[in-house]
């Protein structure tokens, strides 16, 4: 599958895969001045510089990159980001702060900032029913298998 991708400004990184078996590409930093630091009482909108054609039918999840929480306490603002197939404005990252008690995280232009992947959707209708069809489980929730 090919993505199209619109830059924006002319230092936007085209994604890439970090590895062969990468699930995600990496998505950096493109924005004006010289860095931003996020932190727990003031969440940083970073700009990618960079606009998507997700095909139809699809999806583009946008995910923290792992090395953000576990060095910085760092993650998306909205936990995960959802790209219709049908927006093409500029991909934003909001990246939040859960603690002073991390190492800083000062952002800069070309930095590693998220990670997406594209995957099919598929559209629903709905119907209303009077009953849904009954399991083992049924209305049970959290915790009805146990805790271990």
């Keep these: 599958m090919n993505l199209k991708i619109k830059k924006l400004r002319p230092d936007a990184a085209t994604p890439e895969y970090a590895t062969p078996g990468a699930a995600c590409f990496d998505i950096r930093a493109a924005f004006d001045g010289l860095s931003k630091q996020p932190n727990p009482s003031e969440p ?33 603002a909205n936990c995960v980001g959802v790209i219709d197939s ?44 009077d009953e849904l069809s009954t399991t083992e489980r049924g209305a049970a ?8």
């Excluded at 940083?44 to 792992?66: C, K, N, Q, Y």
């Excluded at 929730?141 to 271990?148: I, M, Q, W, Y």
């Design 44 to 76: 940083a909108t970073i700009g990618t510089g960079l606009a998507f054609e997700v095909p139809a039918d699809h999806v583009m999840l946008v995910f923290s990159r792992s090395g953000h929480g576990f060095n910085n306490s760092a993650r998306l």
């Design 86 to 129: 049908d927006y093409r404005g500029e991909l934003l990252v909001k990246i939040a702060r859960d603690s002073w008690k991390t190492a800083p995280l000062t952002i800069r232009n070309g930095d590693r900032i998220a990670q997406a992947m594209i995957i099919p959707v598929q559209q629903v209708s709905f119907a209303e029913v």
């Design 141 to 148: 929730g959290f915790g009805s298998t146990g805790v271990l």
